[in-house]
């Protein structure tokens, strides 16, 4: 009998930590007010050039056909990169996913995820771009950008991809460790690793110079 007590006490406690260690974050930005700034999220400025405006808009082509998050600001300036920051959890290993679409730019049209996010200059982005048909995964170190190494192929600046410009499409980082996987419109494109940010951070997202790009269902799984 007691030994039964036992084996269940432990299967109890094991499920438990399985629940604890997976515990997932979805934002729809539906609960929010249409022409406002998002809650619980802060916004930031890499580079130069005007800060991101960061608004909820209403799209009837969005997956859901709600709310979705915007950034709307067209400022051309060269090396900047408008940041929003994601305040509820601060995490190391993380899933992430969220579905976008590329609306205008000129210059750029790039959307991306950030990770281990510490401040507006020290954090890992991963980024899809309609005008240039590639997704590529970068860290940012004392505000300086710099593609990483694809596992087994080298640094060839990510990887050519095409990105749909005015659709909605989706983007996903796995990160465990130094190990990152991307994926793009659910299919796995390449790993990456790399140790310069070993510690948890925010999550977030992040557009460049004159991109609009629109962002939905913002997915978050804590490892």
């Known amino acids: 009998m007691k030994l039964m007590i036992c084996f269940f006490s432990l299967l109890f406690v094991l ?12 934002v729809d930005f539906n609960n929010d007010k249409v022409g406002e700034a998002p809650s619980s999220f802060s916004s930031a400025l890499t580079g130069r050039g005007r800060p991101g405006k960061w608004i909820v808009m209403t ?9 979705v998050l915007a950034q709307t600001d ?3 300036a060269d090396y ?6 994601y305040d509820g959890l601060t995490a190391k290993d993380v899933d992430i996913n969220v579905k976008f679409k590329p609306f205008s730019g000129k210059g750029d ?4 995820i950030v990770w281990r996010y510490q401040d507006k200059d020290n954090y890992y982005i991963v980024r899809a771009n309609a005008l240039e048909g590639n997704v590529v995964l970068y860290k940012v170190e004392n505000g300086k950008r710099t593609d990483l190494p694809l596992v087994g192929k080298g640094r060839t600046y990510g990887m050519k991809e095409k990105v749909s410009s005015g659709e909605w499409g989706t983007l996903r980082v796995v990160a465990n460790g130094n190990h990152f996987e991307v994926y793009h419109d659910g299919k796995k494109l390449y790993d990456v ?15 460049k110079a004159d991109s609009v790009i629109y962002f939905d269902d913002l997915q978050v799984t804590v490892k």
Not at 59 to 67: E, F, L, V
Not at 193 to 207: N, P, Q, S, V, Y
């Open 15 to 26: 499920l438990a930590t399985a629940i604890v260690s997976a515990q997932t974050t979805m």
């Open 59 to 67: 799209d009837p082509a969005s997956p859901d056909q709600g709310n």
């Open 74 to 76: 067209a400022d051309r």
């Open 80 to 85: 900047r990169f408008p940041v929003c920051v």
């Open 109 to 112: 049209q790039g959307a991306g």
């Open 193 to 207: 690793e790399d140790e310069t940010f070993k510690e948890a951070g925010k999550i977030g997202l992040w557009t």
